[in-house]
T-cell receptor, first 113, second 115 residues
Framework: AQSVTQLDSQVPVFEEAPVELRCNYSSSVSVYLFWYVQYPNQGLQLLLKYLSGSTLVESINGFEAEFNKSQTSFHLRKPSVHISDTAEYFC???????????FGSGTRLLVRP | GAVVSQHPSWVICKSGTSVKIECRSL??????MFWYRQFPKQSLMLMATSNEGSKATYEQGVEKDKFLINHASLTLSTLTVTSAHPEDSSFYIC???????????FGPGTRLTVL
């Protein structure tokens, strides 16, 4: 069975500052890793994913995440955040066979002017 | 492409009534769809996996007789909350796994309020 831990429930940061949202997972099998963003009263939007290949993955809006197998982590980073990045961010894991997503508890990113 | 819709987006019902929520993949086929529920300020909890043409697979602790799932076609899955009670009030989100690639696409969610 897999599990995902997002240690930070809320991360406040000033606009244009860098941010890192932490995600650690546990699994006995190979996994796929995802970051989703959720704006208020909306569904989830895929931000980026790691399936295989390069351990550094990037999104179109400046976020990136690095798969670190030895540390079982998939932290999300952005060098300079905007007010519009304020949202809930969920890290998720699935195994290669079931496609079921197991979500972390979420981290609320609050960007202040 | 890869759009998933849910209907209704919100619903208010009286205790004891049943509510049906639809999940549609608009521009792709989805053999597998998933249903989640999300309580305020909490994460998504997988309720069940819905496979077209077969019975849904429910997660531990989810009552299959209360949350009826029907996946009658490759583009439609429905979740019926039977005899709803106030504790069933939640945000229900579906996702559809695109057959052409290993990714789930999420619907916008349905907010259910049971009075």
């Amino acid at each position: 069975a897999q599990s995902v831990t997002q240690l930070d429930s809320q991360v406040p940061v000033f606009e244009e500052a860098p941010v890192e949202l932490r995600c650690n997972y546990s699994s006995s099998v190979s996994v796929y890793l995802f970051w989703y963003v959720q704006y208020p009263n909306q569904g989830l939007q895929l931000l980026l994913k790691y399936l295989s290949g390069s351990t550094l993955v990037e999104s179109i809006n400046g976020f990136e995440a690095e798969f670190n197998k030895s540390q079982t982590s998939f932290h999300l980073r952005k060098p300079s955040v905007h007010i519009s990045d304020t949202a809930e961010y969920f890290c998720a894991v699935s195994d290669e066979s079931s496609y079921k997503l197991i979500f972390g508890s979420g981290t609320r990113l609050l960007v202040r002017p | 492409g890869a759009v998933v819709s849910q209907h209704p987006s919100w619903v208010i019902c009286k205790s004891g009534t049943s509510v049906k929520i639809e999940c549609r993949s608009l521009d792709f086929q989805a053999t597998t769809m998933f249903w989640y529920r999300q309580f305020p300020k909490q994460s998504l909890m997988l309720m069940a996996t819905s496979n077209e043409g077969s019975k849904a697979t429910y997660e531990q602790g989810v009552e299959k007789d209360k949350f009826l799932i029907n996946h009658a076609s490759l583009t439609l899955s429905t979740l019926t909350v039977t005899s709803a009670h106030p504790e069933d009030s939640s945000f229900y989100i579906c996702s559809a796994r695109a057959d052409f690639r290993n990714e789930q696409f999420f619907g916008p969610g349905t907010r259910l309020t049971v009075l």
